[in-house]
C-alpha cells in the first residue's frame, strides 16, 4: 500500500494492519470513525480546559489516546496519555502547555488521515 | 458462541466487533456499562464477556461486581480491556470479579488466545453440570427398568397424598406384583427375567398418563400413583394395566413369555390422614388378597371406606 507513506512518522503502520487482521475495509471504516469522533472530542478536552475541570481533562484525554493507540498512532496517544497523567495527578499548571503540543500534532495527523483517505479512495 | 462487548468508544467497539465476528462469534455491542450489566443478567445472556474499564453508567469492575451478584449460579467469563497496566489497577479489577484482563490496544492474537482459555473454563462447567445432571437421574431411577427408583416413587407418593389433601382430591396407588416371577428366572435365567422387567418397564409407562408415576418398588413389584383418580375409576385403571401386560406374552431371547400381574389397589379420599407408610400397607394387605384369590387380577383395599366415595371421580 503506497499512500501508507502519507501516515508515516504518525502511525505505526504494520501494527495497525494486524490489528485489523488485513482487513482494508475495516481500516478504512475506523479511520472515518475516528475522523468523525475527532471534532466532538477535541472540543470536549479544550472545553474542559477552560473551566480547569480536572476529571473532565482526564476522562476525554483518556478517549483521545484509546482512540489513537487503536490506531497505533503511537506518539499522538503518548501526548494525550502526558495530559490524562497530569490532569490525573492534579498539576493543572502543566495542562496548557501540554495541549499546546497536543494540538498542533493531532492537527496534523487529522490532515494526513485526511490525504491517505483521499488516496485511498482514488 | 455469543459473547458481549461493551465501550464507550465507537472506533474501539467497531473493531472488536469486527474481529470477534471473523473468529465465529455471535456479537452483541453495547455502549455503556448499564447496558451490558443487563444483557449479562438476563437468562438467556451471553456468558462471555469483554469489558471496557471505562465506561459511562457502570465503569468495568462495576459491571463485573453486578453480574457477579445476579448470576451467581452459573459461571459467566469476564474479561476487562484496559488501558490501565499498573499492578494496582490489575488487582483491584481481577478483585472486582473479572476473570482475566486485556491490555488496549490490544492484539487480535492474544485476544482471541484468551477467549479460548474462558471458553475452555466454560466447557468445563458445562461437562460438570451435565455430569451432575447424569448423577441425579441415576440417584432417582432404577438401572435395570430405568423408572423411578423405590425412594423417589415412595417420596413422589407422600407429596401427593399431602397434595391430595390439600386439594381435597384423590390419588390412586397400585402395587404390582408379577406372579411366579421366581419360575422365569430359575427356568430361564436372570437376563431373561431382567429382559422381562425392562418390557414391564415399558409397558407399565405406556399405560399410564404423562402425570402419573411410575416406580420399581422391590425385585419384582412395581408402584404406579395415578394422580386425580379416585375410587371408581380405581379398579379399571388397575384392570387396564393388568391387561396391558397379561393380554400379550412378552418377547424375550427364549421365545414369548406369557407373564401376569397381581395388583392391590388403594383409593385414598380427599380428606384422607394416612400418612404414606399406611397407605402403602393398604395397597400390600389388597395386593396380598389378589394373590390369594388366585393371581392375574385387582383387588381394591378397605371397600368400607370405599364405598363413601366421592362419585365424581
Known sequence: MKSATLLEGFVDFPELLDRVEGDQELLAELLALFQEDLPASRAGLQEAVARGELHEIERTAHALKGMLANLSAKHTAALAAEIESAARAGASQRVPELISTFNPEIEAFSAALDSFMASAER | ?313
Open chain 2, 1 to 313: 458462541m455469543k459473547i458481549l462487548i461493551a465501550d464507550d468508544d465507537t472506533l474501539s467497539l467497531r473493531l472488536l466487533q469486527k474481529t470477534l465476528e471473523r473468529a465465529g462469534y455471535e456479537v452483541t455491542a453495547v455502549k455503556n456499562g448499564r447496558e451490558a450489566a443487563e444483557e449479562m443478567c438476563r437468562p438467556e445472556g451471553p456468558r462471555l464477556a469483554l469489558l471496557d474499564w471505562m465506561m459511562p453508567e457502570l465503569d468495568g469492575p462495576a459491571v463485573c461486581r453486578e453480574v457477579r451478584k445476579q448470576r451467581g449460579l452459573r459461571h459467566v467469563h469476564l474479561v476487562l480491556i484496559t488501558s490501565k497496566d499498573s499492578k494496582q489497577d490489575i488487582i483491584q479489577g481481577l478483585e472486582s470479579g473479572a476473570d482475566d484482563y486485556l491490555v488496549k490496544p490490544f492484539d487480535p492474537e492474544e485476544l482471541k488466545a484468551r477467549l479460548r482459555s474462558g471458553l475452555r473454563i466454560l466447557q468445563l462447567e458445562d461437562n460438570l453440570l451435565e455430569a451432575r445432571e447424569e448423577m441425579r437421574y441415576r440417584a432417582t431411577h432404577d438401572s435395570l427398568t430405568s423408572l423411578l427408583n423405590r425412594g423417589t416413587i415412595i417420596e413422589l407418593l407422600a407429596r401427593e397424598l399431602t397434595r391430595a389433601r390439600r386439594e381435597k382430591s384423590c390419588t390412586t396407588v397400585v402395587l404390582a406384583d408379577l406372579d411366579h416371577f421366581k419360575s422365569v428366572n430359575d427356568t430361564y435365567g436372570h437376563p431373561v427375567g431382567d429382559e422381562v422387567l425392562r418390557e414391564i418397564g415399558r409397558r407399565l409407562l405406556g399405560s399410564v398418563r404423562s402425570y402419573d408415576f411410575v416406580g420399581r418398588y422391590g425385585g419384582e413389584e412395581f408402584l404406579v400413583v395415578l394422580n386425580n383418580c379416585g375410587a371408581s375409576k380405581a379398579l379399571s385403571r388397575a384392570e387396564q394395566i393388568r391387561n396391558g401386560i397379561g393380554r400379550t406374552p412378552i418377547t424375550t431371547v427364549k421365545g414369548p413369555l406369557p407373564i401376569t400381574l397381581s395388583l392391590g389397589v388403594f383409593a385414598s379420599l380427599g380428606e384422607d390422614p394416612r400418612a404414606v407408610e399406611d397407605v402403602l400397607c393398604e395397597a400390600d394387605s389388597a395386593l396380598y388378597q389378589a394373590k390369594a384369590a388366585g393371581r392375574n387380577c385387582s383387588r381394591l383395599a378397605s371397600a368400607a371406606i370405599v364405598a363413601s366415595a366421592d362419585s365424581q371421580y
